[in-house]
């Protein structure tokens, strides 16, 4: 069973606008969830985290709302920008040191 | 400082052959891990490591082992090869400062089984 989803593969936003990537989880006994940028023929580096005991963290132009209630968690993109095409993986984390991904969202940015 | 390295970038083995991949890290991480990377699938880990001499199973261990001599080091190996396992693989490793197990990932080897 899928723990982490991330049901839209794709999403186009314009420059300038705000993306929103969203993933949903199942398991209520994760209490980190990170966020990871991937671009073509590299390796994912990490965005943003936030711990469950929070609804929002912010970093620059990065935004993570989490809903626990809803077991739904957002990235908000503000003002996107055309070096933020890239795959947005989240991720969370039960404190096994291990961390479960989503299927990951490609976002195109478009000048 | 090099971060996360990975060794070779690029193989393409004929089905039933063995290869090893190489991770090295320089941040004196204690958790390692290795992903393979498939169209749709999102990152799946194979085997990982919390310490030097340790390792366990993750959600796709089978036609993979792993070991860990070194704090440095996580190598990856494949005993026979089948087309099933190409992939992309990804080798990262964390510490465990924060409860969040942020991940640092190499730039990948991309493996293709003919």
């Known amino acids: 069973d899928q723990q982490v989803k991330q049901n839209s593969p794709s999403l186009s936003v314009q420059e300038g606008r705000i993306s929103i990537l969203n993933c949903d989880y199942t398991?209520?006994?994760?209490?980190?969830f990170l966020w990871y940028k991937k671009y073509p023929a590299e390796g994912p580096t990490f965005l943003i985290s936030?711990?469950?005991?929070?609804d929002k963290n912010e970093d620059g132009r990065f935004t993570v709302f989490l809903n626990k209630s809803a077991k739904h968690l957002s990235l908000h993109i503000v003002p996107s920008q055309p070096g933020d095409s890239a795959v947005y993986f989240c991720?969370?984390?039960?404190?096994?040191?291990?961390?479960?991904f989503g299927q990951g969202t490609t976002l195109q940015v478009k000048p | 400082n090099a971060g996360v390295t990975q060794t070779p970038k690029f193989r393409v083995l004929k089905t039933g052959q063995s290869m090893t991949l190489l991770c090295a890290q320089d941040?004196?991480?204690?958790?390692m891990y290795w992903y393979r990377q498939d169209p749709g699938m999102g990152l799946r880990l194979i085997h990982y490591s919390v310490g030097e001499g340790t390792t366990a199973k993750g959600e796709v261990p089978d036609g993979y082992n792993v070991s860990r001599l070194k704090k440095q080091n996580f190598l990856l190996g494949l005993e026979s090869a089948a087309p099933s396992q190409t992939s992309v693989y990804f080798c990262?490793?964390?510490?465990?400062?924060?409860?969040?197990?942020?991940?640092?990932f190499g730039p990948g080897t991309r493996l293709t089984v003919t």
């Open positions: 991720a969370a984390s039960s404190n096994t040191g291990k961390l479960i």
């Open positions: 941040m004196n991480h204690e958790y």
């Open positions: 398991n209520s006994m994760f209490d980190y």
């Open positions: 990262a490793s964390s510490d465990t400062l924060t409860g969040a197990y942020e991940q640092y």
């Open positions: 936030i711990s469950s005991i929070k």
